[in-house]
């Protein structure tokens, strides 16, 4: 399977329609910085000029007095997952966005069709810049874990043999690894554990007394490069997405801020082109007593749904115990459930209303909004 890589993908959408910003350093201001704004991302042309993302915006000027901070669009992403979409059905109908700027797609089978895997991927990757202006990376094998690693090459696509993804994956860290767990790592960590070579000869049982079992036997599909799934229909948003949160240490229900926690989970699901149409909250008191909400969407702004579904959390959260875990298990759509903001016709102009609030929320906090009549 095929994995691509479109790294500065953010700064070719603001180059094709900002054309005077080509050849500036550009960087994205960090949407949940505080009083003191500070980069999010940074292209190619400001890494060489030694900036990087969690500097200040002011020190950042001073250093690079050329450099260009943009404010975050989530509606032009959408249109760019969407565009992505489109130019890898032309190639495959199974496929799969990950993180922005990065697509898999599955090449198996369509030799008849484009030809070598090889050769299709290097298309694909030709049609990308002749067709939408985008430069991409690509990574080619069996395992998706080492496809997307081989995607880091620059400007070509890697090509990872069959029977050699262990030793092309055994020099990177175990954190390149997406089924190991952040707490899982730092313990392996706490071991001397740290590449993925080190695991290689481990078996399930082994590592499965350092991390959960269910967590290590996919660690170490992956780390073997044996992870060879077949991709879900690309065309097909995912319906369904489970969120946990463990809460170190357990906290009351007061001090978990569960609304700005859904809303920031409702944008980055849209920034990945879907929408939430229900959800079901979970939580486990420190006596590990399970309790459940179902959710609907309903109309009107976000930020005032998310408030109500705290409410709703705080009501029916009645024992007087701490909370250690909560999970979110959402139903997600391809449209918008909910009808427009201010009874606003256009959806795109309830977004955009709906992004500034969260940029304005993130940094002054949730007194600074007011609902509108």
Known sequence: MLALWLPELPFQIARLQEPGLSGRPLAFRSPEAGRTPRLWMVDRTARRAGLEAGLPVDVALHQDPGLVVLDPAPTTWMEARTALTHSLLTY?????????????????????LHGPELDAAERIRRDLRRNVGWDAHGGLSSSLTASRLA?????????????TEGSFLAPFSLGALPALEARSRERLSHFGLHRIAQVQPMDTFALGRLIPPAEA?????????????RLPALEVDHRTESVRRVVIPPAHKHELGVAT??????????????????????WWDVDDAHHVLKVAMTPGDLWGWSQDVELRFMAEATRRVLIQRLEIEAWLGPDPASVALLLEEDTRKRMALEATALRLQRRFGHQVLRRGA
């Open 261 to 282: 926690w859904i809303w920031g989970l409702v944008w980055d699901w849209r920034l990945d082109g879907r929408h939430l149409h229900r959800l079901q909250l979970a």
């Open 217 to 229: 036997f996919q660690v170490l599909r992956q780390a073997n490069g044996q992870d060879e799934e």
């Open 92 to 112: 495959s109908p199974l496929g799969r966005l990950g993180r922005f700027g990065e697509g898999f797609v599955d090449l198996r089978g369509t030799e008849r």
């Open 151 to 163: 995607a880091k090459a620059e400007d070509q696509v890697r090509l990872v043999q069959h029977g």
